[in-house]
């Protein structure tokens, strides 16, 4: 078939999308997935968990090609490095965003090394990073050691960083703050929660809040809720954590590169960062799971579980009073696919009941069990 035959198409992601609002950069080498346009759905169970008079959406970031919100940052990250001319790029990487720049490098035709705290990413992740034929080095160490060594790689060899330290990360990571204005009908939400690890994305959301305010697309500007796990809660304490510990393996970092960036988001919007526990956050999880048909990682959960704590102390009560015309709206940010941690979604349930392969043995099965079998 001739090129001219094929019909024609938009292959979309968001430098198509919101290139006007990106650093300039050659079409011919965008590299896309088609990245963004992710659904924001309203949670009727969290909403009425939090207050009467507050709307919670889920900002459903999992639904990203390799099912993170990653994939933005680094649609435009590669494409920038594979302009410049690198073949090779790399990353330091809790787990997302390995398997994110092992998808758009083998798409841009680029090597990737990406370097992991051993025995601490979840399957998924690392399943993803090898099948799209990264080189995977796993060290004997945190996910702040891996940083420092590619930090240090980069600097003695010409090879692309893929970490939000790269300006680049964060200006197509902005587009989710675009994206959200823009699907609530023109309007910034009154609050966003969003977890926070190395503290790329909070400060890639402030970004885009202040650029499309300054654009005259919104007229107001969201309170930044920032939500770090308890055992990983470096910014809450104010030092650096040396043995960060939680559940929640993506956001287990002790040093965030973005450290004084989340700072001033979270200052400038008169918002706050403060942890949540692993129980906490695996309720969040279980809750979206059960209640909302969300199914996402635990580090994602951590922005539903802040808004939840923060819920039972009042605080959206006090700013949401009866005055309001509106509801308060509430965006959670989920940033990644609940596949991506087999492992911790199993322990959200109860395994699988085991029956003889007839009728009778599951009917017994289910009844032993205790399910309901006349449709009340
Ligand atoms: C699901 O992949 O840092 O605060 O190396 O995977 O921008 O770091 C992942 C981070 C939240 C925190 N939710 O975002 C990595 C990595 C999920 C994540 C975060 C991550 P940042």
């Given at each position: 078939?001739?090129?001219?035959?094929?019909?024609?198409?938009?292959?979309?992601?968001?430098?198509?999308?919101?290139?006007?609002?990106?650093?300039?950069?050659?079409?011919?080498?965008?590299?896309?997935?088609?990245?963004?346009?992710?659904?924001?759905?309203?949670?009727?169970?969290?909403?009425?968990?939090?207050?009467?008079?507050?709307?919670?959406?889920?900002?459903?970031?999992?639904?990203?090609?390799?099912?993170?919100?990653?994939?933005?940052?680094?649609?435009?990250?590669?494409?920038?490095?594979?302009?410049?001319?690198?073949?090779?790029?790399?990353?330091?990487?809790?787990?997302?965003?390995?398997?994110?720049?092992?998808?758009?490098?083998?798409?841009?035709?680029?090597?990737?090394?990406?370097?992991?705290?051993?025995?601490?990413?979840?399957?998924?992740?690392?399943?993803?990073?090898?099948?799209?034929?990264?080189?995977?080095?796993?060290?004997?160490?945190?996910?702040?050691?891996?940083?420092?060594?590619?930090?240090?790689?980069?600097?003695?060899?010409?090879?692309?960083?893929?970490?939000?330290?790269?300006?680049?990360?964060?200006?197509?990571q902005k587009t989710a703050a675009f994206e959200v204005c823009d699907q609530l009908g023109g309007r910034a939400p009154d609050h966003l929660a969003i977890p926070v690890g190395n503290a790329g994305n909070i400060t890639a959301y402030w970004k885009g809040f202040r650029e499309y305010k300054e654009q005259g697309k919104v007229s107001s500007m969201p309170i930044m809720l920032g939500f770090q796990a308890a055992g990983a809660a470096p910014i809450v304490v104010g030092h650096p954590i040396e043995r960060p510990e939680t559940v929640a393996t993506a956001i287990r970092i002790g040093n965030p590169a973005s450290w004084a960036k989340a700072v001033a988001a979270r200052d400038e919007s008169g918002g706050l960062v403060e942890s949540v526990t692993d129980e906490e956050i695996l309720d969040a999880c279980r809750l979206l799971a059960a209640r909302e048909g969300v199914l996402v990682e635990p580090a994602s959960a951590a922005s539903v579980a802040g808004v939840l704590k923060l819920a039972r102390r009042g605080y959206f009560r006090e700013r949401s009073g009866a005055s309001r015309r509106q509801d308060a709206v509430?965006?959670?940010?989920?940033?990644?696919?609940?596949?991506?941690?087999?492992?911790?979604?199993?322990?959200?349930?109860?395994?699988?009941l085991v029956a003889e392969a007839d009728t009778a043995s599951v009917e017994a099965t289910l009844v032993a069990a205790g399910t309901p079998l006349d449709g009340r």
């Open positions: 078939m001739l090129m001219s035959d094929r019909p024609p198409m938009r292959s979309g992601g968001i430098i198509s999308k919101y290139g006007d609002y990106l650093p300039e950069i050659d079409p011919a080498a965008a590299v896309t997935l088609g990245e963004g346009q992710t659904p924001l759905v309203e949670a009727r169970a969290v909403s009425e968990a939090v207050a009467a008079g507050v709307c919670v959406y889920l900002k459903c970031e999992g639904l990203n090609p390799t099912g993170s919100f990653k994939d933005r940052g680094m649609a435009f990250a590669v494409s920038r490095a594979r302009e410049a001319g690198y073949r090779v790029a790399m990353c330091a990487s809790t787990g997302n965003t390995a398997a994110s720049a092992a998808a758009y490098c083998a798409r841009a035709g680029m090597r990737c090394v990406v370097v992991i705290p051993e025995a601490a990413i979840a399957a998924g992740k690392l399943a993803q990073a090898v099948a799209h034929g990264a080189v995977v080095v796993a060290v004997r160490g945190n996910f702040d050691q891996a940083l420092a060594i590619v930090r240090d790689m980069v600097e003695r060899h010409r090879i692309a960083l893929l970490n939000s330290l790269n300006p680049d990360r964060i200006e197509g509430i965006v959670c940010v989920l940033t990644g696919h609940g596949l991506k941690d087999p492992d911790a979604m199993m322990r959200l349930g109860s395994g699988p």
